[in-house]
């Protein structure tokens, strides 16, 4: 099993919602990702959670907050959000022993 | 600060031919990995083929094949008999073991022309 599931894969959200996107990996990877990607750009680092423990925070607005409940699964919570928000919000995980990511199929965030 | 530049924007090939998609990078680290991911319109981040620092070998999947040269800092990735299914954005990425970080290039559009 190499997938990296994430869900809802489509959300809509008004500005004073709170709405939470989920990750979840059954690989055993101790790194997991979050990324923002707008239209026809790159993924932009967001977190990076290493053995469960935060390693990594891109200057990221308290807006986002990311939580790792345990080894399989990694919770983006969203609260107050701006239109410019709006993106494709990717998960990953890697393992120590590969080399490479795996990604999940992203979430599409609409912020109205 | 480690980047990665992919200077074609967009690149055209006819299917059935050869194309090159260039990518170079920047770094201090000696341990890391390098990365060619797709991502087509689905969204779905496909890796596409990686290559260790450490290793003198270019990497090769099938169609797909890396020039690595590691002084020059250089990572292109080659595409024989292209197919209407390569068509996608591609991604030169670069992961340091230090601390996980994954960082991209900005993407090179593939177009197949038929």
Redesign the interface.
Known sequence: DTEVTQTPKHLVMGMTNKKSLKCEQHMGHRAMYWYKQKAKKPPELMFVYSYEKLSINESVPSRFSPECPNSSLLNLHLHALQPEDSALYLCASRDIRNTEAFFGQGTRLTVV | AQTVTQSQPEMSVQEAETVTLSCTYDTSESDY?L?W?KQPP??????VI?Q?AYKQQNATENRFSVNFQKAAKSFSLKISDSQLGDAA?Y?CAY?QNR?????????T?LHILP
């Open positions: 990995y990365f991911y689905s969204r779905q981040m496909i890796l990686r260790e954005m991604f992961i601390d996980d970080k994954i960082i991209f290039g900005k993407g559009r």
